[in-house]
């Protein structure tokens, strides 16, 4: 399975890995040493059942369904905070036209990087500056477009 590098790099912290629970079917990377010819993170792996291998150095990735469950929301809610979180227009209903990307959402290439991203803003009050995650003061967040919470 191809590896998302910029996804591995966002769920590689501790408010991603630490608490989790191991489970079959989990999704995993280890990080490789620097210098290592193919690239900085092996190929994705799959927790199989009864199965036994180095988990304290693995790379948790959250699929899909970890993360809705992660945040823990109402299907409605869900849907409409992340809408906000998306739109350019911050959510204005004033006959704007909706469906463009404001600048944030725009540096992320796929779906999970994505929900990766509004969760880590949504439950942590933290975004990302393109290499980590930064903790923001959530009365910073206000009126940039990420205080939709």
């Given at each position: ?84 979180f998306c739109d350019r227009y911050e959510g204005t209903t004033g006959g ?8 944030y959402c725009q540096q992320f290439t796929s779906m999970k990087q994505l ?35």
């Amino acid at each position: 399975m191809p590896i998302d590098d910029l996804y591995t790099l966002m769920c590689d912290c501790p408010e991603i890995q630490e608490g989790h629970e191991w489970k079959d079917g989990d999704l995993y990377v280890y990080r490789m040493p620097e210098g290592y010819p193919h690239g900085q993170f092996t190929d994705v792996r799959l927790v199989y059942p009864n199965s036994e291998w180095p988990r304290d150095k693995a790379i948790w990735l959250p699929d899909q369904d970890d993360l809705d469950g992660m945040l823990d929301l109402p299907l409605p809610e869900l849907v409409y905070k992340f809408m906000y979180f998306c739109d350019r227009y911050e959510g204005t209903t004033g006959g704007e036209v909706w469906g463009e990307f404001n600048e944030y959402c725009q540096q992320f290439t796929s779906m999970k990087q994505l929900k990766l991203a509004f969760y880590m803003k949504e439950k942590r009050h933290k975004i990302w500056d393109g290499k980590s995650w930064e903790a923001q003061d959530i009365d910073l967040l206000r009126g940039s477009g990420l205080d939709k919470s």
